[in-house]
Nanobody, 117 residues
Framework: QVQLVESGGGLVQPGGSLRLSCTTS????????MGWYRQAPGKQRELVAA???????NYANSVKGRFTISRDDAKNTVYLQMNSLKPEDTAVYYC???????????WGKGTLVTVSS
């Protein structure tokens, strides 16, 4: 059973920072594009940031300049560094591993990020 294990969520004040982590098995991580999605109450799940297996990244316009996605191949881990957090960043953040060629589309259980004073 494929597992994506997320960590790092929590409560932070506006303007603060958090770093999310997502770890999976090496066999998955080495060939997957990894992404972070989020879903706020009453809203659809949306892509926040993604990084391919070879490095190129993609960001939602709403987080460009504030969030940074990176991957550590030695640790089979993808990170989402979130700076200058805003109340509208409040959501459950989900990790995703995808490889369309192999029909791969795996999701973590999510980690809650709350930005509030």
């Amino acid at each position: 059973q494929v597992q994506l294990v997320e960590s790092g969520g929590g409560l932070v004040q506006p303007g603060g920072s958090l770093r999310l982590s997502c770890t999976t098995s090496g066999s998955i991580f080495s060939i997957a594009a990894m992404g972070w999605y989020r879903q706020a109450p009453g809203k659809q799940r949306e892509l926040v940031a993604a990084i391919t297996s070879v490095g190129p990244t993609n960001y939602a316009n709403s987080v460009k300049g504030r969030f940074t996605i990176s991957r550590d191949d030695a640790k089979n881990t993808v990170y989402l560094q979130m700076n200058s957090l805003k109340p509208e960043d409040t959501a459950v953040y989900y990790c995703n591993a995808e490889n369309q060629k192999y029909g791969m589309d795996y999701w973590g259980k999510g980690t809650l990020v709350t930005v509030s004073s």
